[in-house]
C-alpha cells in the first residue's frame, strides 16, 4: 500500500523517502543560494532595464544629445512617480554612432549583455531599419522615435513599434490641404534625393491636391551637394509656393542661396524644422526666413496657450521660452521630435503594466499588450497632444503644429487635427507570428 | 628545401590551429560576443580580401566599400525583389564583386600610387551614389531588410545563432585558405615582388598589368563575397555599407592586424571592434559624466599602436620574433 501511495506522489517508483528528502533539501538550499534570491527579488524589486540606443557620435549627434535629455528626465520623472509597476526604470544607454551596423550590434549588446528588458530609441531611419532585423530575431520589443514610414510601411516586423510620433506620410498629408488654402495652390517640392525626399516627393502630393493644389515642380537635390544656387532656375516661374526638406551641414548654406536667388520678391516658404532642428532659427543668413512658415512635430518656442502639461515637460527636460537648454542659450533643442522620447517611455510603462510585464519571458505578451493600446490621452505623459494608435502598423496618429517665422521666433499658426494625417494601414503586423 | 616545407607545415598548423579555436569559442563564448564573433568572422574576410590587393599587391585603394557593397547589393536585391534562394543570391552577389573588380580595375590600373588611390575612390564615390540613385530599388540610405523567412539554406536557418557563427566561420576558412594558397603561390610571389619593385618584375619577364588585375578580382571577389553573406545573415542592406567609411575601414584593420599577414585582417578586425566596444564600457561605467567620445579612446590606442607596431600586430611580430609568419 504505501509503495502504491509512493508512486502515486512520486512517479520514479525507484525514488525512496530519503532521495526525496534530500531533493527537496537540495532545493530549499537552491533557493537560498544568492543566485535564486536574486532572481526571486527580480520579480519585485529589480529595476526594469530599458536600452536606450543613442545616436552619440556621427550625424545624428546633435539630435542624439536632447533624446538623451528628455530620455532621462522622463525616466526621473517615471520613477519619481513610482516606477513601473513598482519597478524603478534603469536607462541602459549604448552609443550607436548613428550607424546601422553598430545600431543593430548595440540591440545584440543589450539584449545578450545588458540583458534588458526592452530597446529604445533612435531617429535615424537606417539605423533603425538596420536594427530591426537584430530585434525581430532576438524577440526584443524595439520602441523607436524616428518618425520614418519604414515602421507603418509594414516592411519591418511585429517587434518594431514607433508609438510615440507621427510618420512622414502623415505629417506631409496633415500639412498639404492647409497649405494649399493659406499659402499658395502652386508648389514646388526641393528634396534630397534619396529616400528621405523621396518619401515628401511621393506622400506630400495627394492630399495637398485633393485640396486644390497643383505641384508645379520638382527639383532634386543630388546628395553630397553643397552649392544649390545652380539647381534654383529649375523652379518654375509661376511657383507660389517652394517647400523644402534639405537636411545636413547643407541647409544653412541653402537657405542663404535660396534668399540671395530670390532677394525679397520670391515664392513663399513651407519648410520641415527637421533642416532646422538644433540650429537657431535667428543664425546669420537665415534672415530670408522670416515670414516662412514651418511643419513642428511640437513647437519649439512656448506658445501664449501652452498647457500644464507642456509647460511642466518643458521644465523637466530643461528648455527655456526659446527652446534652448537652460544652462545654454545657444544650445538649441531638437524639440520638434524629442517629445517623441518622452511619450513613448510613458507607452512602454503603460504596455508593460497592461501585460504584468515581470521579465524577458513577458516580452511576447508585451509585444501583445502594446497592440491593445489605442489611444494616448493628452496629459502630462503626452503633452504634443492626443495620440491614435494603429496596433496593424505599430503607427500612432497626432496632431502637427504648422509655425510662422516672425520677431524671431516661431509662432504656432495652425494645429491639424489627427484626421488630418490619418491613412488606411498598409500593413498588419498583428498577423505576424510571435 | 626542407627548410621550407618545415614553414609551410609550421604555417598550415597555426591556420588550423586558428580555426580551431574560431571552432571552440562557439562553446565558450557569452551570447553577446558570439553574436559579435559571427560579424567580425565576416568582416574579417572583407579586410582579408582588401589585404590580398594593399598588404600584398601594394595598391592603395579606397574605393573598396564597392566590392563589399557589390556583394552586399547583388545577394540582397535578389532576395528582395526576385525571392531568389540563398546561393543563388550568394552567387549573384560574387558575380557582381566580379564584374566589377574586373572593370574597375581594368580601367584603374593603369594609374598607380596616389593616383590609383583617387580612381578607386572616385569609383567608389560612384557606386555609393548609384545606390542612392536607384533609391526606387535600393531605398538609398535608409536601406531594406530581408525578411528572416528568406534566410534559409535548405533546413539551415540562417538567423539563428549557431547555424549564423557557423556558416561564417566556413566563409572565413574558405577566404583563409584560400588566401594562404594564393599567396604561397607563384601568383602570390608575383604580387609581392610587383610591391616591392614593380619594374625590376617587369623587366624580369612577368606581366604585371595581368598580375595587378588578377589581384584585383581575387581581392573584389573575397570582398564581395564577404557583403553577401553580410546581407544573407544579418538582414539589412543600404547605402552606408557603400559610402566611403567602409573603405576606410578594411585599411584600418588591416593596418592594425599587420598588412600582408594572413592572420591580421582577423586580428585587426577584432581589436577595432573590440576597442570601440570596450571603450564605450569604460566610459559608461567609469565616467558616466564625462562629455568625451569613445573616440577619443580608440584615437590614443591607434597612436600607440603605431608607435609601438608601425607594421601592425603581427608584422611587427613577424618582423621581431616569428619569420616565418605567411
Not at chain 1, 549627434?61 to 519597478?87: F, K, L, P, S
Not at chain 1, 534639405?246 to 544653412?252: H, K, T
Not at chain 1, 545657444?330 to 510585464?357: N, P, Q, R
Request: glycine share 10%; aromatic share 12%.
Amino acid at each position: 500500500m504505501t509503495g502504491k501511495r509512493t508512486s502515486l506522489l512520486l512517479p520514479n517508483k525507484n525514488l525512496t523517502r530519503r532521495t526525496a528528502l534530500k531533493g527537496m533539501g537540495a532545493a530549499a538550499g537552491l533557493m537560498a543560494a544568492p543566485g535564486f534570491v536574486r532572481y526571486s527579488q527580480a520579480q519585485s524589486s529589480e529595476p526594469i532595464r530599458i536600452g536606450f540606443q543613442a545616436h552619440r557620435t556621427g550625424i545624428g549627434a546633435a539630435y542624439g544629445r536632447w533624446y538623451e535629455r528628455v530620455t532621462t528626465a522622463a525616466a526621473q520623472a517615471i520613477n519619481d512617480a513610482g516606477g513601473i509597476n513598482g519597478r524603478p526604470l534603469e536607462i541602459v544607454t549604448e552609443d550607436d554612432g548613428t550607424d546601422p551596423k553598430r545600431g543593430a550590434e548595440v540591440v545584440e549588446k543589450f539584449a545578450n549583455q545588458h540583458k534588458t528588458d526592452v530597446v529604445f530609441g533612435t531617429l535615424f531611419s537606417h539605423v533603425v531599419v538596420g536594427s530591426a532585423p537584430a530585434a525581430g530575431e532576438l524577440k526584443m520589443p524595439y520602441y523607436v522615435v524616428s518618425e520614418g514610414y519604414h515602421v507603418a510601411s509594414g516592411s519591418l516586423n511585429r517587434y518594431v513599434f514607433q508609438p510615440g510620433i507621427t510618420d512622414v506620410k502623415a505629417q506631409v498629408r496633415a500639412v498639404g490641404p492647409w497649405i494649399a488654402e493659406n499659402v499658395g495652390k502652386k508648389i514646388t517640392l526641393v528634396y534630397p534625393d534619396y529616400a528621405f525626399g523621396h518619401d515628401h516627393r511621393d506622400k506630400f502630393p495627394e492630399r495637398f491636391e485633393a485640396a486644390g493644389g497643383t505641384v508645379v515642380g520638382l527639383v532634386p537635390i543630388p546628395p553630397t551637394e553643397t552649392s544649390f544656387t545652380r539647381y534654383f532656375p529649375q523652379i518654375p516661374s509661376d511657383t507660389e509656393v517652394i517647400y523644402h526638406v534639405m537636411v545636413g551641414p547643407g541647409v544653412l548654406t541653402f537657405v542663404k542661396e535660396l534668399g540671395e536667388f530670390y532677394g525679397s520678391s520670391g515664392p513663399k516658404l513651407f519648410g520641415f524644422i527637421d533642416s532646422l532642428e538644433a540650429v537657431d532659427i535667428n543664425s546669420p543668413g537665415l534672415e530670408f526666413l522670416d515670414g516662412s512658415y514651418f511643419w513642428e512635430g511640437m513647437p519649439r518656442y512656448l506658445q501664449p496657450d501652452a498647457s500644464d502639461a507642456v509647460k511642466a515637460y518643458r521644465a523637466a527636460v530643461g528648455i527655456d521660452d526659446n527652446g534652448a537648454s537652460v544652462n545654454d542659450p545657444k544650445d538649441v533643442s531638437t524639440s520638434a521630435h524629442m517629445f517623441g522620447c518622452w511619450e513613448t517611455l510613458y507607452i512602454i510603462k503603460e504596455a508593460m503594466e497592461a501585460a504584468g510585464y515581470q521579465g524577458p519571458a513577458d516580452r511576447a505578451k508585451l509585444v501583445e499588450a502594446t497592440e491593445a493600446l489605442t489611444e494616448f490621452p493628452e496629459g502630462p505623459e503626452h503633452p504634443q497632444g492626443l495620440k491614435v494608435f494603429s496596433p496593424m502598423i505599430h503607427q500612432s496618429f497626432g496632431q502637427q503644429y504648422i509655425s510662422q517665422v516672425s520677431g524671431g521666433k516661431l509662432n504656432v499658426v495652425h494645429t491639424t487635427s489627427i484626421e488630418d494625417g490619418m491613412y488606411e494601414p498598409e500593413a498588419d503586423y498583428t498577423s505576424m507570428p510571435l | 628545401m626542407n627548410a621550407f616545407a618545415a614553414i609551410d607545415r609550421r604555417a598550415l598548423a597555426l591556420h588550423l590551429a586558428v580555426i580551431a579555436v574560431l571552432f571552440v569559442l562557439q562553446f565558450v563564448l557569452p551570447a553577446y560576443h558570439h553574436g559579435i564573433m559571427a560579424r567580425i568572422l565576416v568582416l574579417a574576410v572583407f579586410a582579408m580580401g582588401y589585404n590580398l590587393l594593399f598588404g600584398y599587391t601594394g595598391l592603395l585603394s579606397l574605393g573598396h566599400a564597392m566590392f563589399f557593397s557589390a556583394g552586399l547589393y547583388g545577394a540582397g536585391l535578389s532576395v528582395y525583389h526576385l525571392d531568389w534562394s540563398v546561393p543563388a543570391a550568394f552567387g549573384a552577389g560574387l558575380a557582381g564583386g566580379l564584374v566589377l573588380s574586373a572593370a574597375v580595375g581594368f580601367l584603374a590600373l593603369r594609374t598607380t600610387g596616389v593616383a590609383f588611390l583617387i580612381v578607386t575612390m572616385m569609383f567608389g564615390q560612384v557606386a555609393y551614389l548609384f545606390t542612392l540613385y536607384f533609391t526606387d530599388w535600393t531605398r538609398g540610405e535608409e536601406g531594406l531588410t530581408l525578411p528572416q523567412a528568406a534566410r534559409v539554406l535548405g533546413p539551415l536557418d540562417l538567423t539563428d545563432p549557431t547555424t549564423r557563427y557557423f556558416a561564417a566561420l566556413v566563409l572565413f576558412t574558405i577566404a583563409l585558405f584560400v588566401t594562404l594558397a594564393l599567396v604561397r603561390a607563384p601568383f602570390g610571389r608575383v604580387l609581392v615582388a610587383i610591391r616591392e619593385n614593380e619594374e625590376r618584375t617587369r623587366m624580369l619577364g612577368y606581366d604585371t598589368f595581368r598580375n595587378k588585375l588578377g589581384a584585383t578580382i581575387a581581392s573584389g571577389v573575397i570582398c564581395a563575397a564577404s557583403g553577401a553573406a553580410y546581407v544573407l545573415l544579418f538582414g539589412y542592406f543600404g547605402s552606408s555599407f557603400a559610402a566611403v567609411q567602409y573603405s576606410i575601414l578594411p585599411l584600418l584593420w588591416v593596418l592594425v592586424g599587420g598588412a600582408a599577414t594572413t592572420l591580421g585582417p582577423l586580428l585587426g578586425t577584432i581589436l577595432m571592434f573590440y576597442l570601440v566596444d570596450l571603450s564605450n564600457d569604460l566610459l559608461n561605467s567609469r565616467f558616466p559624466d564625462w562629455d568625451v567620445s569613445y573616440l577619443g579612446i580608440v584615437g590614443v590606442a591607434l597612436v600607440l599602436l603605431i608607435l609601438f607596431f608601425p607594421k601592425g600586430l603581427l608584422g611587427s611580430v613577424r618582423d621581431r620574433w616569428v619569420r616565418w609568419l605567411p
